[in-house]
Antibody, heavy 116, light 112 residues
Framework: EVQLVESGGGLVQPGGCLKLSCAASGFTFSSYAMNWVRQTPGKRLEWVSYINGGGNSIFYADSVKGRFTISRDNAENSLYLQMNSLRVEDTGVYYC?????????WGRGTLVTVSS | DIVMTQSPDSLAVSLGERATINCKSSQSVLSRSNNKNYLAWHQQKPGQPPKLLIYWASTRESGVPDRFSGSGSGTDFTLTISSLQAEDVAVYYCQHYYSTPWTFGRGTKVEI
């Protein structure tokens, strides 16, 4: 069974930083592209970042480019999102999502709140 | 970016009745190279993460009940729940994967 478990969320002030983690199990992690997708307080879903299985192809949404960094450790079956210069509008639940044709498996998410 | 517009925002359906959700993309998500529509539907129940229901506009994900069906092509798509069950109360999102960035509709809340 595919399992994705996010961690690392919390309350942070504007301008602060957080590092999210996603522990994967139940599949050959290195064979799959992975994504971070966030859900805003208004329940909108927004793609944040993509990384391919080998970690050498990476894309970001314009809204986070230059502030967020996605990475993965295939030996540890883990996905990461380093978030710097956080803004109030980055508040939301962050999901890691496995990609096949599209997002076929989602974790339960971790809540990030950016507020002073 | 491709904008996905869903309608209605919410609907109330009696148990056993049909629910129909519409999704329109701002440009075609039909690939001429493989004649496939790059359109998916996800279901999100209260307190849970999204779950993939349908991809390629009409292919059900493994384990999804056959009361769920997707149709449409190009820019106009529909998700139909043929006989609504209590466990189908959720928000349903359409999402394209035709080009980056992949984007979602704003969701349709289905209630009893």
């Amino acid at each position: 069974e595919v399992q994705l478990v996010e961690s690392g969320g919390g309350l942070v002030q504007p301008g602060g930083c957080l590092k999210l983690s996603c522990a994967a199990s139940g599949f050959t992690f290195s064979s799959y592209a992975m994504n971070w997708v966030r859900q805003t307080p208004g329940k909108r879903l927004e793609w944040v970042s993509y990384i391919n299985g080998g970690g050498n192809s990476i894309f970001y949404a314009d809204s986070v480019k230059g502030r967020f960094t996605i990475s993965r450790d295939n030996a540890e079956n883990s996905l990461y999102l380093q978030m710097n210069s956080l803004r109030v509008e980055d508040t939301g639940v962050y999901y890691c999502a496995r990609q096949t044709t599209t997002y076929d498996s989602w974790g339960r998410g971790t809540l990030v709140t950016v507020s002073s | 970016d491709i904008v996905m517009t869903q309608s209605p925002d919410s609907l109330a359906v009696s148990l056993g009745e049909r629910a129909t959700i519409n999704c329109k993309s701002s440009q075609s998500v039909l690939s001429r190279s493989n004649n496939k529509n790059y359109l998916a539907w996800h279901q999100q129940k209260p307190g849970q993460p999204p779950k993939l229901l349908i991809y390629w506009a009409s292919t059900r994900e493994s384990g999804v009940p056959d009361r769920f069906s997707g149709s449409g092509s190009g820019t106009d798509f529909t998700l139909t729940i043929s006989s609504l069950q209590a466990e189908d109360v959720a928000v349903y999102y359409c999402q394209h994967y035709y080009s980056t960035p992949w984007t979602f509709g704003r969701g349709t809340k289905v209630e009893i």
